[in-house]
């Protein structure tokens, strides 16, 4: 089978961490390269995360340094929902062979971008600040990748706040300038993650297995259950593996095309993803793909089967 | 129900012809002691508006004290909705000339003036920008517990249709929406999630021309009007959605409700005027709205006939 490059921006994060893994055990997707950004925990630790992750799964991926900081305002993280190392408190070992490359995450990706001209997808799971900067440095970059798939936003409600989803809120501005940029997008927004999530059930199934991986999947979502309960929710989001499944089974997913701009300046909505699907005065744009519907069944399927895969 | 005891009420719209058929009900139901109408600017200019609230009473048989009110929203300029309602607001079949005339003083005076003098706690029903009413909590902060609740039709919490973010009434005037809202005073808010469901079918439309009274000719030809705008969009039917303030109050049991914590946006590139509802708690606050979220739409359009119907016996 051909895969296909893919380049991952994280801000690991329990979710990233089972997104990054999910993507390594996807046969459809290759890896070229990941960085990390602040978002879910400081940049510092989200990177190191990402190192661990890989090192868990025995992979060889580069990890590139990004931004310590979003574009415009003060970084917020989510230590309430990922804990306060951002792996759910999970302690996994550093490789000892990793490496640090001296490029930046924004470089790095401009240069394989250049690489796999129209064919790199870039998968975003965190806030967009590096990307911004990539896009901003390199003007070109949008038109040389394949498309663009990011979990943030929402159509209709938020969660960090009542009216933003997290990502976006963090780094408003930088959703901003992707959802300008033109490049080819699809967002995968609370509307479609809050639909990919594992039950207590299934959590625990994973637990069972008695795999690195499959106890590692349990083990790291622990704080976030309690927001679970808290808001009444169905299970445990996988909000990060919905683009990394949606580039491999794109078939699972439903959606529509329409217009989406980024608020900046709400009083109460900064960050809010203003996703043009209903009003009477039509944006005269469509630059994203909405991810609206999922398959859950096969979803949570491919995802347990593909993560037990790795042991 | 003439058993039950009259709800005392103050009409505050722009009417408008969803308005007007809000209006129009509302004095059919025999639910209400109407104190009041008070014409709002939104649809159109305060001046077109106080002359329609005028012509939709005299055709109603409503004679009650009508004033007209704030001239533009509180901090802006006004914006308008021709192409919804026509030039004239409420254009459509042909309307008696006013039989009366307005009370010479602005609308936060009248306001005032029947809230004070009734003996029970009143209850504003607001279909337009919600400028007045805010200019009457402004003005008479005192008056805000002899409120018994806003009954307004506007914004909404999934979405908008003016722009994506917000619909039109709390548009025009988000910094009224916010005084209204953040006053204390119990809010009813019919938005587009449940307004847009309220669809008035072309089968309705027949069932109101068969009534064959002057009203119901008139109350035809309006949803034939504000239809045709609405079809081009897309629409099955008309959105009833100043009528869905009032039936509430009338026919509760039609609508599915929920208490939700609701902040307006007033700044913002794209979020001005949004209607936030804080779904999950998270900010910790009681709930200041009882937000309408669901219809039974043909109970609704039922209702809705029926009451036009009865301009058949009140002789109009």
């Known amino acids: 089978m051909n895969r296909m490059p893919i380049w991952m921006d994280c801000d690991t994060g329990t979710d990233d961490a089972v997104a990054i893994m999910l993507a390594h055990a996807l046969p459809e997707l290759e890896i070229k390269g990941i960085s990390a950004v602040c978002g879910n925990a400081e940049q510092e630790k989200t990177y190191w995360n990402t190192q661990r992750v890989i090192g868990l799964v025995g992979a060889r991926y580069p990890v590139y340094r990004g931004a310590e900081r979003p574009l415009m305002k003060p970084l917020t993280t989510a230590a309430h929902a990922h804990g306060q190392n951002g792996l759910g ?37 965190a806030p967009l600040t590096n ?23 929402s159509a209709g409600r938020g969660n960090i706040t009542p009216a933003a989803e997290f990502n976006f809120f963090v780094d408003p501005h930088a959703a901003s300038v992707v959802f300008r940029s033109g490049v080819k997008l699809t967002m995968c927004g609370l509307d479609v993650t809050l639909q990919a999530y594992l ?102 399927s491919i995802l347990t089967e593909r993560l037990l895969s790795l042991g | 129900m003439s058993e039950m005891k009259k709800i005392p009420l103050i009409l505050d719209g722009d009417p408008g012809h969803d308005d007007a058929i809000a209006w129009t009900i509302a004095h059919a139901s025999g639910r209400f002691d109407i104190l009041a109408c008070t014409a709002a600017a939104g649809n159109t200019t305060v001046e077109k508006t106080l002359y329609n609230a005028l012509r939709v009473c005299t055709l109603i048989g409503l004679r009650v004290p009508v004033a007209g009110g704030c001239p533009h929203p509180l901090l802006t300029d006004l914006m308008v909705a021709p192409s919804v309602h026509g030039e004239s607001g409420l254009d459509g079949p042909a309307l008696p000339e006013p039989a009366f005339a307005p009370e010479n003083i602005p609308s936060v005076e009248l306001m005032a003036r029947v809230i004070r003098a009734c003996p029970d706690k009143v209850t504003i029903v607001s279909t337009g920008p919600m400028t007045n009413t805010a200019a009457l909590l402004l003005s008479y902060p005192e008056l805000k517990d002899r409120i018994e609740r806003v009954s307004m039709m506007g914004g909404g919490l999934g979405f908008g249709n003016w722009t994506p973010a917000a619909e039109f009434n709390i548009l025009v005037d988000p910094d009224a929406a916010k005084i209204v809202f953040e006053s204390g005073v119990p809010i009813m808010m019919a938005g587009l999630d449940v307004t847009e469901k309220a669809l008035i079918l072309p089968q309705d439309f027949e069932r109101i021309r068969a009534q064959g009274t002057a009203v119901s000719d008139v109350v035809w030809q309006w949803l034939e009007f504000f239809y045709t705008f609405h079809k081009n969009i897309g629409y099955a039917g008309a959105p009833m959605h100043d009528p869905c303030a009032v039936m509430a109050l009338i026919h509760p049991e039609v609508f599915t409700m929920r208490d939700y914590y609701v902040q ?53």
């Open chain 1, 89 to 125: 408190g999970v302690e996994l070992p550093v490789p000892a062979d990793a490496a640090v490359p001296e490029l930046p995450a924004w470089d790095a990706l401009y240069e394989c971008a250049r690489q796999y001209p129209g064919e790199l997808r870039l998968i975003a799971t």
């Open chain 1, 199 to 300: 039950t207590r059930a299934q959590l625990d199934g994973f637990a069972a297995s008695g795999t690195r991986v499959g106890r590692f999947v349990s083990e790291c979502t622990r704080p976030g259950r309690k927001l679970v309960e808290k808001f009444g929710l169905p299970g445990f989001s996988m909000h990060d593996c919905c683009p990394v499944m949606f580039a491999a089974h794109p078939e699972l997913f439903g959606g529509e095309m329409a217009g989406v701009v980024i608020e900046t300046r709400g009083d109460i909505t900064s960050g809010k993803s203003v996703t043009d699907l209903y009003s009477d005065k039509q944006f005269p744009f469509k630059n994203a793909f909405v991810v609206l519907k999922l398959d859950r069944e096969r979803f949570i």
């Open chain 2, 264 to 316: 307006i946006e007033t700044n913002g590139e794209y979020c001005r005027g949004a209607t936030v509802a804080d779904w999950y708690g998270t900010l910790g606050k009681k709930p200041n709205v009882t937000a309408i979220v669901d219809v039974d739409r043909d109970a609704f359009a039922d209702r809705l006939v029926a009451l036009i119907g009865r301009y058949k016996e009140m002789g109009a």
């Open chain 1, 131 to 153: 990307i911004a900067i990539a896009f901003t440095k390199h003007p070109d970059l949008p038109g040389l990748l394949r498309d663009m798939l990011v979990m943030g936003g």
